[in-house]
């Protein structure tokens, strides 16, 4: 992606400095997805974090050749303040191009996270809700008899359950997209592989195939749009959006890595932040009581 420095310089982005934010979002969509694959009634609040948490490990560094730097900052405020009010997204992302102490560029996208049930498997509000309320008194559970072994399986068939595009959520993100002009993705959590089966309690180490499916990013109106055939879609149904999904490896959704590097960067997907988006910025990122319940910004340093 090319820009400009403040003397009106074209700046391109190094290729070093692209394989180095790639190779840390591929890892860490392995690593949430490779938590949904061991577990899978992980709750999406957890893998929320686990992605927060595992960029939050990531170190500054410098890009081999360009000498470039490559920095994640991650914020995490939890989701109880929004349960059942006015959630709009889960994830905030903030891509950030330096110049010393002059932002050349920077991008903004907002990400509603969803997971991928087991076949079975159902989205439960009330038991959520109840989950929010009892809060630590639920460690009683702790003292149930563990669970008889019991098979999850993922199949095409298996359903974002808690995705109802019928349900109040979907029109706030539809009617918001009216208002703003900050877009809405959805990132969906599914296992490393599709179709995935899981025994748990598990009879010893578990080896995981390679990450084919994992987290991937679709715009919220080819999801909402689905409402005409569906009202809990599938993953056979995302995986039947036509353009851009149509031709792997972007079926079902980019790639958490493709999204970032090869969108964000590339100035294909979110937007580019200007002065008309001060008051969209505001009440997403800069108040306490926002839509989102985590944000992560990726700076890049030009060298000098």
Known sequence: MASTNPTGVPITIPQDVLDVLRRIFSDGNAEVASMLSRQPMSREDHLDQALITYLDR????????????????THFLGSGHHFGVWEIADIGVLVILRHGNTVIWSKVAILQSKRLFPIGNKHDEDEERARWRWGFGRLREAYDVAATRRTYEFTEDSRYASLDLNADQARRIDAYQGE????????????VVIPWSR????????VLPNNDVGCRIVRARQMLALHDSVAVPRYADVRGIAHPHE???????????????????????GKVL????DNAMELLFYRRTGPISAAFAVNIQVAE
Do not use: K
């Open 58 to 73: 990531q170190s500054p560094e410098v890009a081999p050749h360009s000498g470039w730097i490559v920095d994640c900052e």
């Open 180 to 191: 703003m002009t900050i877009p809405v993705h959805y990132l969906l959590y599914n296992p």
């Open 199 to 206: 025994a748990v309690p598990v009879a010893g180490p578990t």
């Open 247 to 269: 031709h792997s490896p972007f079926c079902a959704g980019w790639r958490l890595e493709d999204f970032v590097v090869t969108l964000l960067l590339g100035c294909h997907e």
């Open 274 to 277: 200007d002065a008309s988006l």
